[in-house]
């Protein structure tokens, strides 16, 4: 019989956990505490399901809808189960109220872990038996980005974090173990550091809007969606990383105390990059755009998966 | 008969920018004053086109080739030309020099453009002529990242900006302009942010080198491959950037108030991050991984061709 595994609260985030977790072979029980939730993300799932079908990245879409089943209360979905993947809404109370819930009614060796994206984990996870509660923050969608950061709290030990990463990993996610608690972890703040010096140039009249998404998709993008900053560094030098820096690392400093990634956001700047985007996306074309993101999501996936097999 | 571009310095970039303009059809002289470098530039284009033709992107290595003439002077390069690509060595004097030399052979309505990276172009446009000179900054190598930073230095005029960029465009590139100089252009900036926050995750000894990676590649890196992160943002929420900012705009800026991307690097974090690559990508495997990286962005261009085609 296959392991089980609990998704808490099953809105955007917590569906697309379920595909992940069902693709990956296990049971996977659906809860949600508000009324309807759960019927609405299983009916989300299924327009999903066709979508990677039809991309031909699953095979039988109707046998891993079969292992994805409703749950009525919390105890019914933490029954038997050996990890649970908590998405409900980011305010510490709430995470603090279900953490001590779940932890009540888990197993004893079930880790525990939140999707959480900005909350420290120390803020919502001293509950009982704190050692097997962590954040798995995924970047989302979770079925198409295959990126979870472990972010442990002070009380997470060692044995829940490899479980946790086996888990996941063994789902065909890509793990990032933080070794402790940093304000936005690591994913949100290499974007946070790129946002924000987007936003300063743009700011300072140096360059459109549409200028910077091209530096990115059309430049830095390329390499960075096969390979990290360190390894593109690493690359570039015949000799290696430290080669590299030895040549240019002088130069990305003195850049880096040049950065104005400190500076807070004028709303009059918000105001034209918004203006300039409805140029390029009229608002009667956003929700076509975000399907077209969605498309290219599935088809980089399909590219990278055959690209990494071949 | 086709319009003619010459290209000054015929090294690793130089050599690469030929591809570029004889795939769009242009005759391109290549000129190098150091002795062989002409020659030996050309066989690697070689080896190049038939990577290309390999992976179906240009049809006809040979006609492409065809379009390619070494050149003996830098007055035979520049003779009838419409548009100069400088990419000699990233030296003040040189560049200065190299500019000198070439406005006085080049047709009076040349555009000259440098590939320059680091300098900033009020350091070695001032010659005469300096309203048709101008940084055209490619990301290495320029016929597989179609990216270019059109930078004008404070006397080069907008039709020299229009006209270069009418020409990298027509030649399939995306380019970027900036409205005048800054430290770095935009690119290498952003970069930078990532780089320099990402050395300083490793350096707290809160994440490995390799999981920096990971939150990239499998993370951040997917969208920014098709996308910027200003269009990622206001994609990001139904009703746009405005909204979006709304909503996250103040945890972003408290993270950017966070980031780290000032701090110098420790030679001994250096040696540690050399160590730790060394061991994913053993010294003797350096070279087949960096011709790994060559044949990943050639898929992942022809990926995007058919996607943005199709």
Redesign the interface.
């Known amino acids: 019989m296959a392991e089980k595994i609990a998704l808490v609260g099953t809105g955007v985030i917590g569906r697309s956990w379920g595909i992940v977790f069902a693709r990956a072979g296990y049971d996977v029980a659906y809860f949600d505490a508000a009324d309807g939730v759960v019927a609405h993300a299983l009916g989300e799932v299924d327009k999903s399901l066709a979508d990677l079908e039809r991309a031909e990245m699953i095979d039988g879409a109707a046998a891993l809808r079969a292992r994805m089943h409703p749950a009525s209360s919390l105890e019914e979905a933490l029954d038997g189960v050996i990890y649970v993947q908590e998405s409900v809404k980011e305010e510490v109370s709430i995470k603090h109220a279900v953490f001590s819930a779940m932890v009540a009614v888990a197993p004893d060796d079930a880790v525990l872990a939140s999707s959480c994206s900005?909350i420290p984990p120390s803020k919502f996870l001293e509950v009982p038996t704190p050692h097997r509660c962590l954040i798995a923050h995924p970047?989302n969608p979770p079925h198409?980005?295959?990126?979870v950061?472990l972010v442990p709290s002070p009380w997470t030990d060692d044995a829940a974090m490899d479980r946790a990463d086996e888990i996941l990993s063994g789902a065909g996610q890509?793990?990032?173990?933080?070794?402790?608690e940093?304000?936005?972890f690591?994913?949100?703040?290499?974007?946070?550091?790129?946002?924000?010096?987007?936003v300063s140039?743009?700011a300072?009249?140096?360059?459109?809007?549409e200028?910077?998404?091209?530096?990115?998709?059309?430049?830095?993008?390329?390499?960075?969606?096969?390979?990290?900053?360190?390894?593109t560094?690493?690359?570039n030098a015949?000799a290696?990383?430290?080669s590299y820096?030895e040549m240019y690392?002088k130069?990305?400093?003195?850049?880096?105390?040049?950065?104005r990634?400190?500076?807070?956001?004028d709303e009059d700047v918000?105001?034209r990059?918004?203006s300039e985007?409805?140029k390029?996306?009229p608002?009667e074309s956003?929700?076509e755009?975000?399907a077209w993101?969605d498309r290219?999501?599935i088809?980089?996936?399909r590219?990278k998966d055959s690209?990494d097999a071949g």
Chains 1, 2 share one sequence.
């Open positions: 900005a970047i198409l980005v295959p990126c950061e890509s793990s990032i173990r933080l070794t402790r940093v304000e936005g690591v994913v949100n703040r290499l974007q946070a550091a790129v946002m924000t010096e987007a140039l743009f300072r009249g140096i360059v459109s809007a200028d910077i998404d091209k530096s990115m998709r059309d430049g830095l993008g390329l390499r960075w969606s096969f390979m990290g900053p360190l390894e560094m690493d690359l015949d290696g990383f430290a820096v690392g130069a990305i400093t003195d850049m880096g105390q040049d950065l990634v400190a500076e807070p956001w918000i105001k990059i918004d985007r409805r390029l996306v608002a956003h929700a755009r975000r993101r290219r999501l088809a980089l996936a590219h690209e």
